[in-house]
């Protein structure tokens, strides 16, 4: 018995995210023989959890007169990479970026509309119901619809490029164990990263992953690269974990749980008062209106904790927070259930959350230097009074006093939603070798592939990750035609 319906196919797609089902579909509208595999029970990867995707002069953004520079955005993008990421292949999606929101609109996707994150420019096209709509209610049944073959539960474990242009790909059930090798003309790689190897992320990034809490599909293992590297592509743009800012560490519950916690939200999301190990301030913390940088400034201590006051919560429950998470937890949203999860969490005695009726007991609750911890929020009550943060620099309009007990203190650690990068590509999605030639027939994409980013995740367009992933897809299976 054998895996799949055939031995034989035009194009094997490896995974069923974002990336890989834009791949699938794209290539059986063309006419060829698809196979899409994913290693999971459940297609979509972490593509189910995305909110939204980037574009420039999409026909939503042109609807609000939402204007913004396409030039703009390249030389931001490559400039923020330190000239890190590829000006060739930002110029190309950025081109293609009106289409992508165009072609899955045509495929059935519906958007609730276009926004800005944070601090950031309006690129961001929120699809209704998350990713799981766009891959479930659109992309995958289209594809299946028109005959492609989806196998779950199936791994791609070996790649051989072969001869004669047929390339060899040996896959794996995961329940039973059973092998089986197919050929075929074209694979597109799509399996999402290398977030959730731990010995991949130790090896190539230079995060404390303790502090580190991966907020995925999970699936994230880092195969696509291996099976990659192994037919001679190139590596590059390895080391950079989209982070988002602070994050809350349950070690009970799954991690993708506190996405929606409002508590979450208002202890590592905030533009209030951090303090380090220390005690001691360390940044502007309005830092998290831009969500990577965040999570780079969290990374330049050992440990951080947020401070709340009673006060602030309440000012938070009745007229909404300052800043939210992505649309999981709106921004301005009135924290009603905020008090009552603290509650909770602390008659759980969750490890990350501490209460006093003082500085100097919360202080000690956390193991910090009282006389620190008291100096700092001292001077911070005399900034919030004077209306200016004399040290950072922090807006005016984000200073509270923090004097009202209880006292709050939340230890962050770091969420990170996905790895970008791992193997060089053309502008054609098509692999690199290591002399930079094109390995004929064999892609990346999406979060596997090189070239969008430097050490951290893009400045202020939201959607680029997402955005890049059906893009690239669609890039990859585009080309894969003119081969074939
Ligand atoms: C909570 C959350 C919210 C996000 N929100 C946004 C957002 O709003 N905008 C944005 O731009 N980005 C967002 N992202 C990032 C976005 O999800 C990724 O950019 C996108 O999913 C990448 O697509 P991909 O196809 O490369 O990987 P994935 O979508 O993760 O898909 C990879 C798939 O490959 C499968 N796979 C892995 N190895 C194998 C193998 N050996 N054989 C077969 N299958 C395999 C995996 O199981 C998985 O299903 C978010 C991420 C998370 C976690």
Redesign the pocket.
């Known amino acids: 018995m054998t895996l799949t319906k055939s031995t034989e196919y035009d194009v094997v797609v ?7 089902q834009a791949a699938a579909l794209m290539a059986v509208e063309n006419g060829n023989k698809v196979l899409m ?4 029970r459940t ?5 189910n ?6 574009a420039v002069d999409s026909y939503l953004q042109k609807e609000k007169g939402i204007d913004v520079s396409t030039i703009d955005v390249l030389k931001e993008e490559v400039e923020y990479s330190k000239y890190k990421a590829d000006s060739r292949i930002w110029r190309k999606y950025l081109d293609a970026s009106a289409e992508n929101v165009q072609w899955l609109h045509d495929e059935g996707v519906k958007y609730k509309g276009v926004q800005a994150m944070g601090a950031g420019e309006a690129t ?1 096209h929120i699809y209704e119901g998350f ?1 799981d709509a766009v891959i479930h209610q659109a992309l995958q049944p289209k594809f299946e619809k028109l005959g492609g073959e989806l196998l779950t539960s ?4 070996g790649l051989d490029l072969g001869e004669k242009g047929l390339k060899k790909v040996t896959l794996k059930n995961e329940g039973t164990g059973e092998i089986q090798v197919v050929t075929t003309k074209i694979v597109i790689l ?4 290398y977030l959730n190897n731990a010995e991949m992320m130790a090896k190539e990034t230079s995060y404390d992953l303790t502090r580190m809490i991966p ?3 999970g ?3 880092g ?2 690269l291996r ?1 990659g590297w192994q037919v001679g592509a190139q590596k590059a743009g390895m080391g950079m974990a ?1 982070l988002f800012g602070g994050y809350l560490k349950d070690p009970q519950e799954p991690s ?1 749980k506190m ?1 929606h916690s409002q508590m979450c939200v208002a202890a590592g999301q905030q533009p209030l008062l951090w303090v380090n190990e220390k005690g001691e301030r360390f940044v502007d913390e309005s830092v998290i209106y831009k969500f990577s940088y965040a999570g780079n400034a969290l990374y330049s201590q050992n440990n951080v904790y947020s401070i709340l006051d009673a006060k602030i919560i309440n000012e938070m429950a009745e007229k909404g927070n300052f800043m939210g998470l ?1 649309v999981f937890i709106e921004r301005g949203k009135k924290m009603d259930h905020l008090q009552a999860e603290i509650d909770q969490a602390l008659s759980e005695k969750k490890p990350f959350i501490f209460k006093a009726d003082s500085i100097e007991q919360l202080a000690k609750q956390i193991n910090l230097p009282v006389s620190a911890l008291s100096k700092t929020i001292e001077q911070y009550n005399h900034f919030a009074e004077i209306g200016e943060d004399q040290t950072f620099g922090k807006d005016a309009k984000y200073l509270r006093t923090v004097e009202n007990g209880p006292f709050y203190a939340f230890k962050l650690d770091i969420g990170a ?2 790895t970008m990068g791992g193997l060089k590509v053309t502008t054609d999605n098509e692999f690199e070798d290591e002399s930079g030639n094109p390995i004929k027939g064999v892609y990346a ?4 592939a090189a070239g969008l980013t430097g050490d951290t995740y893009g400045p202020n367009m ?8 059906f893009y690239s ?1 669609r890039n990859a299976a585009q080309h894969a035609q003119k081969y074939l």
Request: net charge negative; aromatic share 10%.
């Open positions: 490896v995974g069923s995210g974002a990336a890989g595999l994913e290693k999971g297609t979509g990867g972490s593509a959890y995305s909110e939204g995707l980037f961001w990713g199936t791994s791609a474990i799509a399996a999402g990263g907020v995925s599909c699936k994230g293992t195969d696509g099976l989209m993708f996405m992505g939603f996905c994409t999406g979060n596997d939201p959607g680029t990750c997402a955005g890049y992933a897809g």
